[in-house]
């Protein structure tokens, strides 16, 4: 899951944030996952092992909550449909849940490997 972001560069000067914003707002519309009710965190493929267990961290509702978009989404998608406006994922609710735990994990795993790689050295 580490892949390089430019996101702390182009928040530290306003004048490009100013003119990224449009374009990332119309990149999010355009890809069209929020029309079938998706969360972008719905859309991280889940054969990671990191994926796995920050799916189980979840809490209940949460991974309740995700298995119905998901379902809710595949129906659309085979009856070849979209959600009615009113059902349809906004920006402000699209929100990241599963990123965090992921870092988290991720941090924890390299805490335990730098732990591990640990040498002692005697006096």
Request: aromatic share 8%.
């Amino acid at each position: 899951m580490a892949q390089p972001s430019f996101t702390k560069f182009i928040i530290n000067r306003p004048w490009l944030l100013r003119w990224v914003t449009p374009m990332s707002k119309w990149y999010a519309n355009a890809q069209g996952y929020r029309k079938m009710g998706l969360k972008s965190d719905d859309l991280i493929p889940e054969e990671s092992e990191t994926v796995q267990l920050a799916l189980k961290r979840l809490p209940p509702k949460e991974a309740y909550d995700r298995i119905f978009r998901l379902r809710r989404a595949f129906q659309c998608s085979l009856s070849h449909q979209l959600l009615p406006p009113d059902q349809q994922t906004k920006a402000d609710e699209d929100v990241e849940y599963l990123s965090p735990i992921i870092k988290e994990i991720e941090a924890e795993s390299q805490e335990r490997d730098d732990l591990e790689s640990m040498t002692v050295k005697a006096k």
